[in-house]
């Protein structure tokens, strides 16, 4: 399945911000999509992923509460809203698919968009 990302910006913190990932080819109902974020030196880390099929989400610790994953099936796009932004949340965001569950681990993931980036201010 081929990602591509939309939706990042320069926002200050406490603001909100919403990411968009558009997904064509061969998707299948079973498939998992997520996204991640690596900030500059940091690893690639997992945010919160979605079923296809039935919606099941899955948070990082860390955004609970304050990001919402969303699919739109007739679109074809899973969308990750993000408020109450805090500057370490600064990274580039990648939307990720794989064929199955909701796994946390980068490599678990065979699909990749191309990133956006996301820059929190104080």
């Known amino acids: 399945v081929q990602l591509q990302a939309f939706g990042g910006g320069l926002v200050q913190a406490g603001g909100s911000l919403s990411l968009s990932c558009a997904a064509s080819g061969s998707a299948r109902a079973n498939y998992a999509l997520a996204w991640f974020r690596q900030a500059p030196g940091k690893q690639r880390e997992f945010v919160a992923g979605?079923?296809?099929?039935?919606?099941?989400?899955v948070y990082a610790d860390s955004v609970q509460g304050r990001f919402t994953i969303s699919r739109d099936k007739a679109a074809r796009t899973v969308d990750l809203q993000m408020k109450n932004l805090k500057t370490d949340v600064t990274a580039v965001y990648y939307c990720a698919a794989r064929n199955g569950n909701i796994l946390t681990k980068s490599e678990e993931y065979k699909d990749w968009g191309q990133g956006t980036e996301v820059t929190v201010s104080s």
């Open positions: 979605i079923t296809w099929n039935w919606g099941t989400t």
